[in-house]
């Protein structure tokens, strides 16, 4: 019997426990001042990573189309970085 009562005591404290994390928890986040940011300020950010994203794509097409600009190993991650299937390592 003393087994039971020495569960059931460990089960109420660690529920108390639980609880009073949840509860401290939640006054956390109702305090936070501010509302965060507007869905066009989250459009316009993606938009710009997405404009930077091509334009270095880009660069970097121009760099390895350039003949013996990037040789060896940097030639290899830049055209697997790409995309590329296959790489030139002596162009």
């Known amino acids: ?20 994390w949840l509860a401290r928890s939640r ?6 001042p501010g509302t965060g940011p507007d869905i066009e300020e989250w ?3 993606a938009l710009r990573h997405f404009q930077e994203h091509r334009e270095l794509e880009r660069t970097v097409a121009d760099v390895l189309s ?11 991650e830049l055209f697997v970085a ?3 299937r296959r790489v ?3 162009a």
């Open 88 to 90: 030139d390592l002596y």
């Open 43 to 45: 459009r316009s950010a």
């Open 1 to 20: 019997m003393s087994m039971e009562l020495t569960t059931a005591a460990l089960l109420m404290a660690f529920a108390l426990l639980c609880a009073g």
């Open 27 to 32: 006054g956390a986040v109702t305090s936070m």
């Open 66 to 76: 350039t003949p013996g600009a990037v040789r060896g190993p940097a030639r290899t």
């Open 82 to 84: 790409l995309g590329a």
